[in-house]
């Protein structure tokens, strides 16, 4: 058995900045765009993109540790902030990636929280193979505020 597996996207340029996300027929394509003043943000950017892939896979993965524990989080609530920098040549760069998880829980409520917290960024692949190049940082909140979960 082989630990590879590909996955492949297809994008077909319709007009302009804007192109079609085909996922190979497992699900309804996606239109993208670029902001202004190139495209006319007629869908997400490629760094909404990537905040979205990294604040997904972030969320399933605290989604699962936390149910693997009988713990009802849900509905979460993930907001993630990117902020653009330029690198030494001029050019426009990710410089970081927040990301914060809400919880419609209290701590108190929640089995093995702690356990789940030193654990569950270790399995997103998403994230882990983006901070080899941008930073991320992670916060997790419960259902009152109260933070449980910095890192990055």
Same mark, same amino acid.
């Given at each position: 058995?082989? *630990?590879?597996?590909?996955? $492949?996207? %297809?994008? +077909?340029?319709?007009?302009?900045? &804007?192109?079609?996300?085909?996922? =190979?027929?497992?699900?309804?394509?996606?239109?993208?765009?670029?902001?202004?003043?190139?495209?006319?943000?007629?869908?997400?950017?490629?760094?909404?993109?990537?905040?979205?892939?990294?604040?997904?896979?972030?969320?399933?993965?605290?989604?699962?540790?936390?149910?693997?524990?009988?713990?009802?989080? *849900?509905?979460?609530?993930? $907001?993630? %902030?990117? +902020?653009?920098?330029?690198?030494? &040549?001029?050019?426009?760069?990710? =410089?970081?990636?927040?990301?914060?998880?809400?919880?419609?829980?209290?701590?108190?409520?929640?089995?093995?929280?702690?356990?789940?917290?030193?654990?569950?960024?270790?399995?997103?692949?998403?994230?882990?193979?983006?901070?080899?190049?941008?930073?991320?940082?992670?916060?997790?909140?419960?259902?009152?505020?109260?933070?449980?979960?910095?890192?990055?």
């Amino acid at each position: 058995m082989s *630990d590879v597996k590909q996955m $492949t996207v %297809t994008l +077909t340029q319709q007009k302009d900045y &804007q192109f079609l996300v085909d996922f =190979g027929g497992m699900m309804p394509s996606l239109q993208t765009d670029e902001g202004a003043p190139l495209g006319t943000d007629t869908g997400p950017n490629p760094e909404q993109m990537l905040a979205a892939a990294v604040a997904n896979c972030l969320s399933a993965s605290l989604l699962f540790a936390m149910r693997k524990y009988k713990n009802q989080p *849900d509905p979460l609530r993930t $907001t993630a %902030t990117i +902020t653009m920098t330029r690198n030494e &040549q001029g050019r426009i760069r990710v =410089g970081n990636l927040d990301v914060e998880l809400n919880l419609a829980a209290d701590a108190a409520e929640l089995q093995q929280v702690e356990r789940i917290l030193a654990q569950f960024e270790d399995f997103c692949v998403v994230t882990q193979s983006v901070r080899s190049g941008i930073a991320v940082s992670v916060k997790v909140r419960d259902k009152a505020g109260q933070l449980l979960h910095s890192a990055g």
